[in-house]
């Protein structure tokens, strides 16, 4: 499930990058600890890891050329340009179990990641 602003009416974000009710909670909490309010959280793929190409997700203020900007229940999540192709279709969701705390990223576009799960090809 996604948290979607009252304008779109598709579960779909124009980007194809879905942010589950659990994660919007969270990247939520974190920004009202943070006392800000002109933070988004940013969403980027970058070369490196062992697979190849690797995830980043921090806030950020900045507003790139060609950043696509989406709003989830009041959170702002921003892709560049160039990450755009890589995260189409991607989920992001927030786990909090014994075994794993964290952001998740499930991409169907990933012809396979490494253990640490933080890199994909």
Partial sequence: MSVQ????TSTEAPTGVL???????K???LLDQEGRDDLRLRIAVQPGGCSGLRYQLFFDERSLDGDVVNDFGGIGVV???????YLAGASID???TIEKQGFTIDNPNAGGSCACGDSFH
Avoid: C, G, H, I
């Fill in 5 to 8: 602003d009252s304008t779109t």
């Fill in 19 to 25: 942010l589950t009710e659990q994660a919007s909670s």
């Fill in 27 to 29: 990247v939520k909490a």
């Fill in 79 to 85: 892709v560049d340009r160039m990450s755009v192709p």
């Fill in 94 to 96: 927030f786990v909090d």
